[in-house]
């Protein structure tokens, strides 16, 4: 990729825009212009496929998967060199139009010019509600998370899953974890999810936690109640989940943490890692 190579480094930015059109109103421009990233991933971008393109503007090759539902859900992936080849959905039916689930497969060389491929996912895990039908399609979709990571382990020398995955795996990722963990998001049953995908059985690894140590957060995503951003009252919800080799090139992560509640353009903040191939 040939804007990485430059550089000598990928960027690789995931941000839940809760929709692009308000993200762009609130100042998202800004933010991204002068950042510098090869390949954007958005979550909830809840537009229809022309304004993504109007919004974003020339210069990217856009992958984006809108939701059936309007106004809900819509995931892209947006990239300076084009992709080798790109697909939509998780590969369950049920999900098809759900617009939670783009892939995309790029072309890079490691440091000693070989060529390598790079599989990159960018996802938008269901919120859920305890009790509900929306946790039971949460629990399904994690359920097949659970197959498609080794696939994409197999399927390219290196991938990674990115975006808003809505499940704060250990207490470190939740600021109050005893008040939440009858609630989704930090429920028992989701984050024994990523145990699994973190784990012996899967094998991947949590690249922001890796860089950032064992510390609160950093956070990724606050309430619109309250006082929640002002105190980082937070949730760590938004991930690089990537394949060993990849997650070991990662070099730096960082949360692009709004210097103020008024000038957030969403209420969750971009993670931007860099990557060192």
Same mark, same amino acid.
Request: with cysteine; proline share 5%; aromatic share 10%.
């Given at each position: =990729?040939?804007?990485?190579?430059?550089?000598?480094?990928?960027?690789?930015?995931?941000?839940?825009?809760? !929709?692009?059109?308000? @993200?762009?109103?609130?100042? =998202? $421009?800004?933010? #991204?212009?002068?950042?510098?990233?090869?390949?954007?991933?958005? &979550?909830?971008?809840?537009?229809?496929?022309?304004?993504?393109?109007? #919004?974003?503007?020339?210069?990217?090759?856009?992958?984006?998967?809108? $939701?059936?539902?309007?106004?809900?859900?819509?995931?892209?992936?947006?990239?300076?060199?084009?992709?080798?080849?790109?697909?939509?959905?998780?590969?369950?039916?049920?999900?098809?139009? @759900?617009?939670?689930?783009?892939?995309?497969?790029?072309?890079?060389?490691?440091?000693?010019?070989?060529?390598? &491929?790079?599989?990159?996912?960018?996802?938008?895990?269901?919120?859920?509600?305890?009790?509900?039908?929306? &946790?039971?399609? *949460?629990?399904?979709?994690?359920?097949? =998370?659970?197959?498609?990571?080794?696939?994409?382990?197999?399927?390219?020398?290196?991938? #990674?899953?990115?975006?808003?995955?809505?499940?704060?795996?250990?207490?470190?990722?939740?600021?109050?974890?005893? @008040?939440?963990? *009858? *609630?989704?998001?930090?429920?028992?049953?989701?984050?024994? +999810?990523?145990? *699994?995908?973190?784990?012996?059985?899967?094998?991947? &690894?949590?690249?922001?936690?890796?860089?950032?140590?064992?510390?609160? !957060?950093?956070?990724?995503?606050?309430?619109?109640?309250?006082?929640?951003?002002?105190?980082?009252?937070?949730?760590?919800?938004?991930?690089?989940?990537?394949?060993?080799?990849?997650?070991?090139?990662?070099?730096?992560?960082?949360?692009?943490?709004?210097?103020?509640?008024?000038?957030?353009?969403?209420?969750?903040?971009?993670?931007?890692?860099? +990557?060192?191939?």
């Amino acid at each position: =990729m040939s804007s990485a190579l430059k550089k000598d480094h990928l960027r690789i930015a995931s941000v839940n825009v809760n !929709g692009l059109r308000a @993200a762009y109103r609130n100042g =998202m $421009a800004a933010w #991204l212009e002068p950042r510098e990233v090869d390949i954007l991933c958005l &979550q909830e971008v809840r537009a229809p496929d022309a304004i993504v393109h109007q #919004l974003l503007g020339a210069g990217w090759h856009i992958l984006h998967a809108e $939701a059936e539902a309007k106004g809900r859900a819509g995931v892209a992936i947006a990239s300076r060199e084009e992709p080798l080849t790109t697909r939509i959905g998780i590969g369950d039916e049920y999900f098809a139009t @759900a617009g939670r689930w783009v892939e995309a497969d790029f072309r890079l060389r490691d440091a000693a010019g070989n060529p390598v &491929q790079l599989t990159v996912a960018s996802a938008y895990v269901h919120s859920g509600e305890v009790g509900t039908p929306k &946790q039971d399609d *949460k629990f399904r979709f994690l359920d097949i =998370m659970s197959t498609r990571l080794p696939e994409l382990a197999k399927h390219s020398d290196h991938a #990674l899953v990115v975006g808003d995955l809505n499940v704060a795996h250990t207490p470190l990722d939740i600021r109050n974890a005893k @008040a939440n963990v *009858k *609630k989704a998001g930090f429920l028992p049953e989701e984050r024994a +999810y990523f145990d *699994k995908y973190l784990g012996g059985d899967i094998g991947w &690894q949590d690249v922001h936690r890796n860089l950032s140590g064992p510390v609160d !957060g950093p956070y990724t995503w606050w309430s619109q109640r309250g006082k929640a951003f002002d105190n980082d009252t937070g949730w760590r919800i938004d991930y690089h989940l990537a394949t060993p080799a990849l997650a070991a090139a990662a070099f730096s992560a960082v949360v692009d943490r709004a210097p103020s509640w008024d000038t957030r353009f969403s209420d969750h903040a971009p993670l931007v890692v860099d +990557y060192q191939l």
